[in-house]
């Protein structure tokens, strides 16, 4: 039904997870002299004091602070691609590691991406009348061995609770791989007439698949988030209809949102989702390591589970017949391969479409600017993003003062910011700012007057360009 990241037959290539946990913030500590100690002292002398030197404060830029920090990356993208992408993970603060190993921790700016996507694709379904819902996460053991070609697909990845508290249960619960057995006994239950047809749900939630060896952020994880869409209809050619216009939904997220070009295509039977008629699939494909990833399947699961669990519903000419169903699905992974196809060696290249600010302001006052000048610059820069948020654009500013430009320029280009807005002194005497593109580096003067057109067409344009790219 859904991306398997456990069983996609070509991942980027993979890391241990206790390669990757070494991948830290690099934060290192300022190294601290420690005063010698005193000399014995000679009975005929008192030893002179030795003085004892002072620990060298953190600064707030220059080269003290980028020792501190370590912006940047230490891996190349076109030398180790695995080391780089485990490394550009963390240093752009889209994850921490977490302590099972396969598991690991959104952060907000990772997080907020998949709320890009969770919206588009949301308002997309809801319009052909998708509806959403919730269904638990635990699965008792005759439910889910009803269909026996589905349970053997997912058997190896099943994780079972088998304990509550000291004691050991009388039956183990499976944590759901996928939701076709927790949901279909409900289906049967809900579904007795041809009006009760169609019947279109689709849940926001996580699943747990634990048999392989080789996690990788976003692209192969033990718990993962995604959406599945369960869906039931009268009569095959709804069916039918309904795969392809998901598959389309599924390639206008990578092509639309993250300037990821995608495949559609059939799978073979072998590979075709356990216990379905057939499945469709959009692919991507990662230049920088040759390989072929699964981006999101769409099945038509025939009536094989509706026979299975008795979903069954009388017809208008008071016959008797079984629901024809669909299963679809698209999870977090859309956003490693989003990393992986447009990252480079200074970090994330983020399409603005899915960056979770699209602007960056930084004012470049000089140290010996005074209060009324800095001022005036900082007004300025709010006046920016004001009339930029009124466009609708996310813009983020950045005033602290302890930071050199440069420091700051590498932050924001580290965490894949589409637009920097420069704005300096000589910026404030010409009434212009600097535009830099991230995913190209180049710049270009725009006047104050032109700053709320010019912005969300250069933001246009870097989307178009990163796809055509691609």
């Avoid at 695995?82 to 396969?102: M, N, P, T």
């Avoid at 392989?212 to 095959?236: D, N, V």
Wanted: glycine fraction near 6%; proline fraction near 6%; charged fraction near 25%.
């Amino acid at each position: 039904m859904l991306p398997d990241p456990a069983a996609a037959d070509a991942d980027a290539a993979p890391q241990q997870a206790a390669a990757g946990e070494a991948v830290t913030e690099q934060v290192a500590d300022l190294a601290v002299a420690e005063g010698a100690d005193p000399a014995k002292p000679k009975k005929e002398r008192k030893p002179k004091p030795v003085k004892e030197k002072k620990e060298k404060p953190a600064q707030g830029g220059g080269k003290d602070l980028k020792k501190e920090t370590q912006l940047g990356l230490s891996s190349k993208k076109a030398d180790d691609f695995s080391k780089w992408y485990s490394e550009v993970v963390v240093a752009s603060e889209l994850i921490s590691y977490y302590d099972v190993s396969g598991c690991y921790i959104l952060r907000p700016w990772a997080f907020s991406m998949w709320e890009v996507v969770q919206r588009w694709f949301d308002d997309s379904i809801k319009k052909l009348g998708v509806q959403n819902a919730y269904f638990p996460m635990f699965i008792t053991e005759d439910v889910l061995n009803t269909e026996k070609d589905h349970v053997e697909g997912f058997a190896p990845e099943v994780a079972w609770v088998t304990r509550a508290g000291n004691s050991e249960m009388d039956k183990p619960i499976a944590i759901r791989p996928t939701s076709e057995t927790v949901m279909y006994p409900y289906y049967a239950q809900w579904i007795r007439s041809h009006r009760d047809l169609p019947l279109r749900l689709n849940q926001w939630t996580n699943v747990v698949r634990w048999e392989f060896k080789y996690p990788t952020p976003f692209i192969r994880s033990r718990e993962f988030l995604w959406q599945e869409g369960h869906t039931a209809f009268a009569t095959q050619a709804e069916a039918d209809t309904e795969v392809r216009q998901i598959l389309d939904f599924y390639a206008g997220v990578y092509q639309d949102l993250l300037a990821v070009p995608v495949t559609q295509g059939r799978k073979s039977d072998k590979e075709k989702f356990a216990g379905a008629l057939y499945t469709t699939t959009v692919e991507a494909f990662i230049p920088d390591n040759g390989r072929g990833v699964q981006g999101a399947t769409s099945h038509c699961l025939g009536q094989n589970f509706s026979k299975m669990f008795g979903i069954e519903f009388e017809t208008e000419d008071h016959g008797k017949s079984h629901a024809w169903q669909n299963s679809w699905g698209l999870t977090t992974r859309s956003l490693g391969v989003m990393i992986m196809t447009h990252g480079d060696d200074k970090g994330l290249v983020l399409p603005p479409r899915v960056a979770p600010k699209q602007v960056v302001i930084i004012p470049i006052p000089k140290s010996s600017s005074g209060q009324d000048v800095v001022a005036a610059m900082f007004e300025q820069v709010t006046t920016f993003k004001s009339l930029l948020e009124a466009s609708n654009v996310r813009v983020e500013t950045d005033y602290r003062t302890n930071y050199t430009p440069g420091w700051k320029y590498n932050h924001w280009e580290l965490r894949g910011v589409p637009i920097r807005i420069e704005l300096g002194p000589k910026d404030m005497e010409n009434k212009s700012v600097v535009l830099a593109r991230r995913d190209t580096g180049a710049k270009e003067f725009v006047p104050w007057d032109q700053v709320g057109t010019r912005v969300p067409e250069l933001l246009d344009q870097i989307q178009t360009d990163m796809l055509s790219k691609a």
